[in-house]
């Protein structure tokens, strides 16, 4: 959830007008906190699959599903600077 969440504060930041003060204020504000949040769930799914393999209970394999949302991830991230006034 955390991650489509920030994926739309980053459109809207990209899209909304560059005078717009209120919604500036609102997505400098909510963005870094999704940011922090945003890979809890692949964390806890690492965490689960790390404990199961190494306990012998599964296998885990990667797939290219992995590396298309590792550059989702990357991408996000440098939109997000390129878009963000300094």
């Given at each position: 959830m955390f991650p489509f969440?920030?994926?739309?504060?980053?459109?809207?930041?990209?899209?909304?007008p560059a005078n717009d003060e209120?919604?500036?204020v609102i997505v400098s504000r909510l963005?870094?906190?999704l940011?922090?949040?945003s890979m809890m769930d692949v964390m806890l799914v690492a965490l689960v699959i790390f404990a199961a393999k190494t306990s012998g209970m599964a296998?885990?394999?990667t797939?290219?599903?992995l590396w298309f949302y590792a550059g989702s991830a990357v991408l996000t991230g440098l939109l997000q600077m390129?878009?963000?006034?300094?």
């Open positions: 969440v920030k994926l739309i504060g980053v459109a809207f930041e990209a899209t909304a209120w919604a500036s963005l870094p906190i940011g922090k949040w296998q885990a394999f797939q290219p599903g390129r878009l963000r006034p300094h």
